[in-house]
């Protein structure tokens, strides 16, 4: 399995961003799909989950209420939308099913 992350970038505090994992060399609908992030000097720690049908969800208490993750097994990819965003959610994010991690994109929130 290949994971291929996009859509990181600058953006102000209170702003949005959308990051993007496209998924290849797997069967898409057998996959659980994560986003972990891994800011400076800190641990990585998974922030979002969907199960394989995508009927459930999981964020952690940093993000509840402000990221969405989805997915979409068309385009086979796997999605992070996050709004009202904090300095503190500055971080490489990655992408990760099971044993594979795609190479991570770098989100920037300015003050």
């Known amino acids: 399995v290949q994971l291929q992350a996009s859509g990181g970038g600058v953006v102000e505090a209170g702003g949005s961003l959308r990051v993007s994992c496209k998924v290849s060399?797997?069967?898409?609908?057998?996959?659980?799909l994560s986003w972990f992030r891994q800011a400076p000097g800190k641990n990585r720690e998974l922030v979002a989950a969907?199960?394989?049908?995508?009927?459930?969800?999981y964020y952690s208490d940093a993000v509840k209420a402000r990221f969405t993750i989805s997915r979409d097994g068309a385009e086979k990819t796997v999605d992070l939308q996050m709004n009202s965003l904090k300095p503190e959610d500055t971080a490489i994010y990655y992408c990760?099913?099971?044993?594979?991690w795609g190479q991570g994109t770098l989100v920037t929130v300015s003050s």
């Open positions: 990760n099913s099971y044993s594979w």
């Open positions: 969907i199960s394989r049908n995508g009927k459930s969800t």
């Open positions: 060399g797997g069967i898409f609908s057998r996959l659980g």
